[in-house]
């Protein structure tokens, strides 16, 4: 990719601080490789998703935008550079990393792949409606504790399986009305999430689908089993657990929802969730990451 300028969107909380840390290795491979960049930070007033439109009005030039940070700051690059001709690159500091585990699982290379919209909002890994979302959701409340971040997602299970109560689900897709309760409800275009968690294995970046898991409403003890074959990469082995390939789905309820998206916490009544095929220009260079990794 000859003269493309290269925009650093480096979260600087990310990893405990990583994010300052890495800045000077990102300009020693860039200086080494001759690559024209730029570095940027994220900030309260200036979210990563507003960054790639400052330079749309500049010198025409191929641009990649990398998320340096975790799964949040790549969901807000993600917003800021889809179904445009600028591309996306990743730098994972973050704790969870999910996206960038798909990437490594599915070989990925320089290409176009899909992402998902929930309510007009792009995402790259999962949205989570079930109790999978809140326990999600509920990572934060284990922050600023005595737990440990390694354990925060399992204390965060054992905290959501006391308090979580199923709502009453309208899914309306494939020309089909369905009413349940249900468990465990995730749409998915990664196949990792909750920080390792292999929840959809056959998903694909390049179908221009989106992979749903499900249950129906599953009683509390008959949870734990499911969540240690989630843990071993081998959910679709259980009985209870649903999966179809899917273009859009509609999902509503009476009461308000908080679903999970990328990390992010969406608190609503009704989402619309749909394939976004194409999604992405995703820019990756074996030499710049080598260089990371020898420096990291």
Known sequence: MNQTEHIFIINPVSGKGRGNAIADQIGQACRKLGWEYELR????????????????????????????GGDGTLHEVLNGVAYTEDALGLIPIGSGNDFS?????????????????VNGRYFLNTVCFGIDGQVANNVDLMRGRWIPASQ?????IVYTFVTYK?????????????????SVLTICNGRFYGGGYKIAPDARLDDGLLEMVYTDYIRRPLLVPLLLKLKRGRLYEAKEIH??????????????????VDGE?????????????GAVNFFYDPAFADMLSATS
Not at 48 to 60: D, F, T
Not at 152 to 156: E, I, L
């Open 41 to 68: 930070y994220t900030q309260p007033d200036l979210p990563a998703s507003g960054i790639p439109a400052e330079y749309r009005g500049r010198e025409k030039k191929k641009r990649v935008f990398w998320a340096v």
């Open 101 to 117: 585990r798909t990437v490594k699982d599915a070989g990925l290379q320089t290409g176009k792949i899909d992402a998902g919209r």
């Open 152 to 156: 925060r997602y399992t204390a965060s």
């Open 166 to 182: 199923e709502k009453p689900l309208e899914f309306l897709y494939g020309g089909q009305t369905r009413r349940m309760k249900s």
């Open 243 to 260: 999966t179809d390939q899917i273009t859009d789905i509609r999902i509503r309820s009476e009461e308000t929802l908080s679903c999970n």
């Open 265 to 277: 916490v969406v608190r609503g009544k009704e989402f619309l969730v749909e394939a976004a095929p």
